[in-house]
């Protein structure tokens, strides 16, 4: 069935998005009319899709290296619009030793400050199981950079998708998509939003107020600092800067933050 806004709601600015709630009648005998979109808990904008509940954040240790730069960009801009991460790693096996305790080192300070944490081997007999747990009952988006195995992932986690190997990456990713296409996949009881992927991942929605609010470990230290609404720069007695000169919050994670608060801070006005 195929289904359209009613003509109010472009004079409203109201455009309906996948994943949304509606109210809708019947327009023939295939068609229908939108006639309410509900109130949202969230939307994206790129890909645009509402309501999601969680993001599976796919990063591979190695081929591409992983990056945790890239990995705080994603996960600002997913706590920002109050949507769950859940960090997956793959090609475990493929690392070597020491590049796999490196990683595993930064992924268990990721679950100190509350993430949850997914440790990929496409050989290991349970990983099945483990995936289909986090997408039941969901709806979850995919995101990573290309090559990090998000369609081997699912494909060797739910081989009852019958997908080739690459059609979920083109689907998922940028491939094949000439448009900002997203239709929502039945997986594992759950939905998983076939999206072209995030194509930017600036902070054109947050102020440099509400940034710190979008790192955890930065948010719950920042209410011991002196002055409300302290951005951690060069503030007196800023309690997460004391927090980082103890090793107590990442020192990466606050240059990252540091960063971010830059581009905010350097963003040309809106009018």
């Known amino acids: 069935m195929q289904s359209k806004g009613r003509g109010v709601f472009r ?17 023939g005998d295939n068609d229908a009319v939108i006639t309410a979109v509900h109130e949202r808990k969230n939307e994206l904008v790129r890909p645009p899709i509402a309501n999601v509940d969680q993001a599976l954040l796919v990063f591979s240790i190695v081929e591409p290296d992983f990056s945790t730069h890239l990995l705080d960009r994603f996960l600002t801009i997913i706590e920002s619009h109050r949507i769950k991460p859940i960090i997956c790693l793959t090609k475990k096996d493929l690392a070597s030793e020491e590049q796999l305790t490196k990683v595993l080192d930064i992924a268990a300070y990721y679950e100190k400050i509350g993430y949850e944490v997914l440790t990929t081997f496409i050989d290991e007999p349970e990983l099945p199981k483990k995936i289909e747990a986090i997408l039941a009952n969901k709806v979850t988006v995919l995101a990573g950079q290309s090559g990090v195995g998000k369609s081997t992932l699912l494909n060797t986690a739910l081989p009852a998708l019958g997908l080739k190997t690459g059609e979920i990456s083109d689907a998922l990713g940028r491939g094949r998509h000439t448009t900002r296409h997203v239709e929502l996949l039945e997986v594992a009881n759950g939905l998983v939003a076939d999206t072209p992927g995030f194509s930017t991942l600036d902070f054109d929605h947050l102020e440099k107020e509400q940034l710190s609010s979008q790192f955890p470990e930065l948010h719950e230290a920042a209410q011991d600092c002196k002055f409300r609404g302290c951005l951690h720069l060069n503030e007196p007695k800023c309690a997460v800067k004391k927090l980082v000169e103890d090793d107590e919050i990442a020192a990466f994670r606050y240059q990252h ?6 581009e905010i801070m350097d963003r040309k006005p809106r009018y």
């Open 257 to 262: 933050y540091l960063q971010f608060l830059q």
């Open 11 to 27: 004079k409203r600015g109201i455009h309906p998005l996948v994943g949304d709630f509606v109210t809708y009648e019947p327009d």
